[in-house]
């Protein structure tokens, strides 16, 4: 299953390869994971089904409330926040996994 936003991800990653790619680079699997700099959650709806939960967050309230709006299926385990990196609070051993990617 997965529950990627159709229209961007046909633009930002036709061939599903950059999910691709980090799916290789990191085991999601049953893990609690962290995600800077979110968007619309694009890759977010990409990696979801195989974690334990997500706590996704963009310091873009529109494109955070667009990503709030996928994919009711996956509600249960993917949080959107709109914050900054400085903003959000994690408590000490809450995730496993850390991700981002284009948020520099």
């Not at 873009?60 to 990196?85: H, I, Q």
């Amino acid at each position: 299953m997965s529950c990627q936003s159709s229209d961007v991800t046909r633009v930002m990653d036709a061939e599903g390869a950059h999910l691709a790619a980090i799916l290789r680079a990191a085991d999601f699997r049953e893990r609690r994971v962290l995600e800077v700099g979110s968007g619309d959650g694009r890759l977010t709806w990409g990696f979801a089904p195989l974690v334990a939960s997500v706590l996704a967050f963009d310091p873009d309230e529109a494109v955070v409330a667009s990503a709030r709006t996928e994919c009711t299926e996956l509600r249960e385990k993917v949080r959107f926040e709109a914050a900054r990196a400085d903003e959000i609070d994690v408590p000490p051993h809450s995730v496993d996994l850390v991700f981002f990617s284009w948020s520099l």
